[in-house]
């Protein structure tokens, strides 16, 4: 990678057209949509709203099925940088046929949903039990070449629990985290505003949560951690970069800070490293583990 | 914060068969093409184009033809729904004679930018663009308001007997027209933008829109271009290099859909 943004999945990535701009915006790796066995509507709207600190959604895992996606995989010619190819499954051996799908795409690595909160009999429904994490993770291990990548909830009571299973199960990285459970009302008509009534909360609201699992997770493992959840500035990188994460995600990030946010961070990253004479990264990466 | 906000309906109006128009107060300023998401609680969130502007009360003019259509056209004054918005960048009126196209029910969302081209005294000729007369509506309103108006059906049962691309054809021969302005069936668009060689051009699209504000990406065309925060309006030269544009659309699940 050029430089350690990625686009987290779900945001911009279900069409090729939509991530070949984001490549041209400067990130540095790609997540795609979570891709299924079969195409999925998702919910109807409201499916996404912005709340004050933070935004909502439960879009239901709208994506049009693994086969289709062969053509925007194949659109996307010579992306230059690498495009991580997102799945969801019901139970093990969908994720071998989603993963070695996406191995035969041209994806150069597979990251699990492990723990989209708000669909029915996925995500964060079979990401919640360390024994179902390992038995996913090694058995999409066994099944393809390419690295993978497990996508962690933090709507668990001990996510490390769920970090050690993944790397048992021959994870090459730990994604961290995926949105938090959360509701918005409206006071005036008394009922949820979501469709699905529940939610995935996202922003800035949820950085602190996604810093203290990452630097738990760094704590208990050894492998890599990408680290994701309301990170809007460079600023927000480095803590994630000192809590353990050896690159980071952006998702709700391009709502507050347009397309081009991924070469905006960039710039603070090299500014803060030049302000703190940093000259690698990598020296940054743990530091807060005292 | 980005979420509806519950109103009240002052007025639900018919205005032609199946097609509605629904007033309510809603302060924020809103420019002709931009889009609002109208929540109907328990059944849907749509996005609807502004189609009456008057101070703090603006109005969407709308088809009966699904779920979430068919419920708001049942609502009655003071029911409540959510709105958010305005959302888009709407049009860009500048001209020196602006030739306005609405096919179907586009007309809704042209009106308010014909009636702001007549503030600007900018001449303009609409024609708006239907099956039969029963589907007519918003000649009056233009009319009353100062438009040259014409109508064209399909079948003939009122004015010009054709498509509304076919009298277009005809008065940009005819007239000394500078600049397009359209909504409708996007193969009509795509007709009239083949006709625009030398003309400005700028048409609204319609696709599904999920979230609005630009991050869900259900709504992109060609180049990741999202409807909901790039368009709806988009012109010319920027639709002369979308390849979807006239050739398909996305369904909910992502799939494409041909025209």
Same mark, same amino acid.
């Given at each position: 990678?050029?430089?350690?943004?990625?686009?987290?999945?779900?945001?911009?990535?279900?069409?090729?057209?939509?991530?070949?701009?984001?490549?041209?915006?400067g990130?540095?790796?790609?997540?795609?949509?979570?891709?299924?066995?079969?195409?999925?509507?998702?919910?109807?709207?409201?499916?996404?709203?912005?709340?004050d600190?933070?935004?909502?959604?439960?879009?239901?895992?709208?994506?049009?099925?693994?086969?289709?996606?062969?053509?925007?995989?194949?659109?996307?010619?010579?992306p230059?940088?690498?495009?991580?190819?997102?799945?969801?499954?019901?139970?093990?051996d969908?994720?071998?046929?989603?993963?070695?799908?996406?191995?035969?795409?041209?994806a150069?690595?597979?990251?699990l949903?492990?723990?989209?909160?708000?669909a029915?009999?996925?995500?964060?429904?079979?990401?919640?039990?360390?024994?179902?994490?390992?038995r996913?993770?090694?058995?999409?291990?066994?099944?393809?070449?390419?690295?993978?990548?497990?996508?962690?909830?933090?709507?668990?009571?001990?996510?490390?629990?769920?970090?050690?299973?993944?790397?048992?199960?021959?994870?090459?990285?730990?994604?961290?985290?995926?949105?938090v459970?959360?509701?918005?009302?409206?006071?005036?008509?008394?009922?949820?505003?979501l469709?699905?009534?529940?939610?995935?909360?996202?922003? =800035?609201a $949820?950085k602190?949560i996604?810093?203290?699992?990452?630097?738990?997770?760094?704590? @208990?493992?050894?492998?890599? *951690? %990408? &680290?994701?959840?309301?990170?809007?500035t460079?600023?927000?990188?480095?803590?994630?970069?000192?809590?353990?994460?050896?690159?980071?995600?952006?998702?709700?990030?391009?709502?507050?800070?347009d397309?081009?946010?991924? =070469?905006? $961070?960039?710039?603070?990253?090299?500014?803060?490293?030049?302000?703190?004479?940093? @000259?690698?990264?990598?020296? *940054? %990466? &743990?530091?807060?583990?005292? | 914060?980005?979420?509806?906000?519950?109103?009240?309906?002052?007025?639900?109006?018919?205005?032609?068969?199946?097609?509605?128009?629904?007033?309510?107060?809603?302060?924020?300023?809103t420019?002709?093409?931009?889009?609002?998401?109208?929540?109907?609680?328990?059944?849907?969130?749509i996005?609807?184009?502004?189609?009456?502007?008057?101070?703090?009360?603006?109005?969407?003019t709308?088809?009966?033809?699904?779920?979430?259509?068919?419920?708001?056209?049942?609502?009655?004054?003071?029911?409540?729904?959510?709105?958010?918005g305005?959302?888009g960048?709407?049009?860009?009126?500048?001209?020196?004679?602006?030739?306005?196209?609405?096919?179907?029910t586009?007309?809704?969302?042209?009106?308010?930018?014909?009636?702001?081209?007549?503030?600007?005294?900018?001449?303009?000729?609409?024609?708006?663009?239907?099956?039969?007369?029963?589907?007519?509506?918003?000649?009056?309103?233009?009319?009353?308001?100062?438009?040259?108006?014409?109508v064209?059906?399909?079948?003939?049962?009122?004015?010009?007997?054709?498509?509304?691309?076919?009298?277009?054809?005809?008065?940009?021969?005819?007239?000394?027209?500078?600049?397009?302005?359209?909504?409708?069936?996007?193969?009509?668009?795509?007709?009239?933008?083949?006709?625009?060689?030398?003309?400005?051009?700028?048409?609204?699209?319609?696709?599904?829109?999920?979230?609005?504000?630009?991050?869900?990406?259900?709504?992109?065309?060609?180049?990741?271009?999202?409807?909901?925060?790039?368009?709806?309006?988009?012109?010319?030269?920027?639709?002369?290099?979308?390849?979807?544009?006239?050739?398909?659309?996305?369904?909910?699940?992502?799939?494409?859909?041909?025209?």
């Open positions: 990678m050029e430089n350690p943004t990625i686009l987290a999945s779900g945001i911009m990535d279900e069409d090729s057209g939509s991530i070949q701009r984001i490549i041209d915006c990130a540095g790796a790609i997540v795609t949509k979570s891709i299924g066995l079969q195409a999925r509507e998702g919910y109807p709207n409201p499916t996404l709203i912005e709340l600190y933070g935004m909502l959604n439960a879009m239901g895992l709208p994506n049009p099925g693994i086969n289709n996606y062969s053509q925007e995989m194949s659109e996307l010619r010579d230059k940088i690498p495009i991580i190819g997102s799945v969801y499954g019901a139970n093990p969908e994720f071998i046929q989603l993963g070695q799908k996406m191995e035969e795409y041209d150069s690595a597979l990251e949903n492990l723990s989209c909160p708000h029915k009999s996925y995500g964060l429904e079979v990401g919640c039990d360390p024994k179902m994490i390992h996913i993770t090694s058995s999409v291990k066994e099944a393809i070449k390419i690295p993978v990548f497990t996508k962690l909830s933090p709507n668990v009571t001990n996510i490390v629990e769920n970090a050690k299973a993944a790397e048992k199960g021959g994870a090459d990285a730990i994604v961290a985290i995926n949105t459970k959360a509701m918005k009302i409206d006071v005036e008509i008394g009922r949820p505003v469709s699905n009534k529940i939610g995935g909360y996202s922003g =800035k $949820i602190p996604g810093v203290r699992c990452v630097y738990e997770i760094a704590e @208990n493992v050894g492998i890599p *951690i %990408i &680290g994701v959840g309301g990170i809007t460079g600023e927000d990188a480095i803590e994630y970069f000192m809590a353990g994460a050896s690159a980071i995600q952006i998702g709700s990030g391009i709502y507050y800070r397309l081009d946010i991924f =070469k905006k $961070i960039c710039t603070e990253i090299e500014q803060w490293m030049k302000d703190h004479n940093y @000259n690698t990264l990598s020296k *940054i %990466i &743990g530091v807060a583990h005292i | 914060m980005n979420i509806p906000r519950i109103t009240k309906i002052i007025e639900s109006k018919t205005e032609a068969e199946n097609i509605k128009t629904v007033t309510f107060n809603y302060p924020q300023e420019i002709p093409g931009q889009f609002y998401m109208i929540w109907i609680p328990g059944v849907d969130e996005p609807m184009s502004v189609s009456f502007i008057k101070g703090s009360r603006k109005g969407i709308f088809k009966k033809v699904g779920e979430a259509t068919s419920a708001l056209y049942n609502l009655k004054s003071d029911d409540r729904i959510g709105i958010r305005p959302y960048n709407g049009f860009n009126i500048k001209g020196k004679h602006i030739l306005f196209v609405g096919g179907g586009g007309i809704a969302m042209l009106a308010p930018a014909i009636e702001q081209a007549i503030n600007y005294k900018i001449k303009l000729t609409a024609i708006i663009g239907v099956k039969n007369k029963k589907e007519l509506f918003f000649e009056e309103r233009l009319r009353k308001n100062g438009a040259d108006v014409k064209t059906t399909d079948d003939g049962s009122k004015g010009f007997k054709g498509f509304a691309s076919d009298l277009a054809k005809k008065v940009l021969k005819e007239e000394n027209i500078d600049a397009v302005l359209t909504c409708g069936p996007e193969l009509m668009m795509k007709t009239l933008l083949d006709y625009c060689k030398d003309i400005s051009f700028q048409a609204s699209l319609e696709r599904y829109i999920k979230c609005s504000i630009g991050i869900c990406g259900q709504c992109c065309i060609g180049k990741g271009l999202r409807i909901c925060m790039d368009g709806p309006v988009f012109d010319g030269k920027t639709l002369k290099n979308v390849e979807d544009f006239g050739i398909y659309r996305r369904d909910s699940a992502g799939r494409k859909v041909p025209f």
